[in-house]
């Protein structure tokens, strides 16, 4: 029998009694041969819930969700309290057409000159082109959107025969593109560009409807249950700024992975070093970025799933809060902890993209109130005095809990350079209860899941899917409802210490993720493989984003010893995007002369 174990209220918890406890993980790794004989283990009726049960109490969740009084009350979607209104931004009306709020957020950019790029002088270091490159190359007409667009076409079918294959896409229309291209083009022609955004070229995870195109969530079956009739409400607003739509980008089956691997449609590489993972699940959309193929691409976020590729891959990735932008049309809409968000080269390209798709849901305008949406004011002459006010948060043992000492060494370096360049202040904070935290997640994201599925999977699809995912779905069929409101206790507790950390400090800073690209095991790539101590350590600093909701963002800050990238963490309080976008725009230019370009790049606006 397990003893019970009775926990303080949250508000009564003595932070000096807190000790941090490294995570270990207690599952196996499996490829090939003995990861199909565990999946027919686990899905056997009897054993495979001894096995769950036996899993589930080595790594102490047992004692988490039924031996445990919470006191409690369940919170089953982030709730979050009034805040105060953010310094040194530019407030937004979100009713306000896509094309109006890009252009407002333009203005609040900093001031740029296409021109010195295109002028011939050599650059100090390597730097992506920016959406206003693109724009600038419009515009003079160096170049056409339908210029570029045969590049990009055909890079992406050369890859299909690269060795080892790098498949970025998992649906794709050459003739669909074009069209699109030559639309803008005449735009241009006409002076009748929609916006900045007019002729950019993106990818769409394929979690995330983009008409014409099936919505597979880069499972074999999805697209045959559920079809594709308009796009997703994000995608419709950058449709509406002229974004061209390259197709759906490659992914995690299902969003149900850390890596990216995808035995269906093959793995994508990073493009840093083509034997290591890029990270998922929106491992895609944060490789066609990083290649230099998009300016930017849109991801879901349900576990990391835009950080942690984004910073695998040494590109941006922005968490917005729950609730800032619609759902409506992905796959995964009806969950607590997911979001869409933007992946860019740059910050000031994710700003531009938040733009476009901000914009609540009906029903969370009613259940969250939002607040109305910020851009940062780059321009303005207190921006100096804001950054410098900024007060930022560390819980050091957390902070240092990684795989390698390169990646806190350099998350560090650029804590100091902050405070000597802007006179930040680094503040020591505890954050109890990380353990309850991840259990918490892992029951609410697994539970919404196979509530979603369930229909499915009991009408034969679910031996369709990978490996892995077989797994995972193993583990979420045992939570039963009393564990799933123990999971809801623990995320008003979370909220709770969380809330209480945002009135000491503006920002908590972590790496992105505990390690950097894993190497891609060969035997991994036919079935996929299981690795939890993996995803343990590319989701030790991800979790509070999607359990509470917060925002947050990873930027590219340097690299480790084997020169692949490293990328830091500013998780923000509710609805406090401006905020963080700020800081990491000045985090992005203190490390600009480190940024160093991956082993595949695309040079796609040089065209010669």
């Given at each position: ?12 918890l003595?932070l ?5 406890e ?18 027919r ?15 589930k ?5 047992v004692?988490?969700?039924q ?6 009350a ?5 709730e979050f309290?009034?805040q105060?209104a ?10 306000r057409?896509?094309?109006?709020r ?8 900093p001031?740029y000159d ?20 693109y ?23 050369d ?10 896409l ?5 003739e ?10 005449r735009?241009?022609e ?6 900045i ?13 983009c ?9 074999t079956?999805?697209?045959?249950v ?14 509406s700024?002229g ?5 759906k ?10 890596t990216g ?8 590489r990073?493009?840093?070093a ?5 990270g ?13 193929l ?7 976020d ?22 800032r932008?619609s ?6 809409d009806?969950?607590?902890v ?6 860019a080269s740059?910050?000031?390209d994710v700003?531009l ?10 029903d ?5 109130r939002?607040p109305p949406p910020c851009?940062?004011d780059l ?14 948060g ?12 390169d990646?806190?060494?350099v ?8 405070s ?17 935290m991840?259990t918490?997640?892992v ?27 077989r797994?995972?779905m ?10 799933y ?23 908590i ?5 505990g ?9 991994a ?7 939890m101590?993996?995803t343990a350590?590319l ?7 999607n359990?509470?909701g917060?925002?947050a963002?990873t930027v590219p ?15 923000g ?12 725009s ?23």
């Amino acid at each position: 029998m397990g003893k019970k174990r009775v926990m303080v209220p949250a508000k009564d918890l003595d932070l000096s009694t807190v000790k941090y406890e490294h995570e270990v993980i207690k599952a196996p790794h499996l490829t090939g041969l003995m990861l199909k004989l565990f999946v027919r283990m686990v899905e056997a009726p009897v054993l495979g819930s001894l096995i769950m049960s036996f899993l589930k109490k080595q790594n102490k969740m047992v004692e988490m969700l039924q031996n445990t009084v919470i006191p409690e009350a369940p919170m089953f979607k982030p709730e979050f309290p009034p805040q105060d209104a953010e310094p040194s931004v530019v407030i937004v009306d979100e009713e306000r057409k896509p094309e109006d709020r890009v252009e407002l957020a333009l203005k609040c950019l900093p001031h740029y000159d296409p021109a010195s790029c295109w002028s011939g002088d050599s650059l100090p270091s390597f730097r992506y082109w920016k959406i206003r490159d693109y724009a600038y190359a419009y515009r003079s007409k160096l170049v056409t959107p339908s210029m570029v667009a045969e590049k990009i076409i055909s890079v992406i079918e050369d890859c299909n025969y690269h060795k080892p294959p790098t498949p970025l896409l998992i649906s794709f229309d050459a003739e669909d593109i074009r069209k699109q291209a030559a639309a803008s083009t005449r735009r241009f022609e006409e002076g009748n560009q929609l916006s900045i955004l007019d002729g950019i070229f993106m990818a769409i995870k394929d979690d995330i409807d983009c008409y014409p195109h099936p919505s597979k969530g880069a499972t074999t079956w999805m697209h045959e249950v559920r079809s594709v009739e308009k796009d997703a409400v994000c995608v419709s607003r950058l449709r509406s700024c002229g974004v061209i739509l390259v197709g759906k980008a490659n992914m995690h089956e299902l969003g149900m992975g850390t890596t990216g691997n995808n035995p269906n449609y093959g793995t994508t590489r990073n493009p840093h070093a083509v034997e290591r993972y890029t990270g998922g699940s929106s491992s895609g959309p944060a490789a066609i970025v990083a290649s230099g193929l998009c300016s930017a691409a849109l991801g879901t976020d349900g576990g990391g799933s835009v950080r942690i590729p984004s910073s695998l891959c040494g590109v941006v990735g922005l968490k917005t809060t729950y609730g800032r932008t619609s759902m409506e049309g992905s796959i995964c809409d009806a969950g607590t902890v997911e979001i869409i968000g933007p992946i860019a080269s740059t910050v000031e390209d994710v700003i531009l993209v938040y733009a476009a798709i901000l914009g609540s849901s009906p029903d969370n305008r009613i259940s969250l109130r939002p607040p109305p949406p910020c851009f940062p004011d780059l321009l303005s002459l207190e921006n100096a005095n804001t950054l410098g006010s900024l007060r930022l948060g560390k819980y050091t043992e957390w902070f240092n809990d990684v795989h390698s000492t390169d990646i806190s060494d350099v998350c560090e370096d650029v804590l100091k350079l902050l405070s000597k360049s802007h006179g930040c202040e680094t503040i020591e904070i505890v954050i109890p209860e990380l353990h309850e935290m991840r259990t918490a997640h892992v029951v609410s994201i697994g539970s919404e899941t196979q509530c979603s599925l369930n229909p499915d999977c009991e009408d034969g699809k679910g031996v369709k899917l990978t490996y892995d995912t077989r797994i995972s779905m193993a583990l979420f069929r045992s939570f039963t409802a009393s564990d799933y409101v123990a999971a809801q206790c623990l995320r008003r507790r979370i909220m709770h210490h969380h809330m209480e950390i945002f009135k000491k400090v503006d920002v908590i800073v972590t790496p992105t993720t505990g390690m950097t690209a894993p190497k891609i095991p060969s035997s991994a790539l036919k079935d996929g493989e299981t690795d939890m101590q993996v995803t343990a350590y590319l989701m030790r600093f991800i979790i509070g984003g999607n359990l509470l909701g917060l925002p947050a963002i990873t930027v590219p800050v340097g690299y480790d010893k084997q020169g692949l990238p490293i990328g830091l963490q500013l998780i923000g309080r509710p609805w406090g995007e401006a905020t963080i976008l700020h800081l990491a725009s000045a985090v992005e230019e203190l490390c600009a002369k480190s940024r160093k370009k991956p082993a595949s790049f695309y040079d796609i606006l040089n065209i010669k």
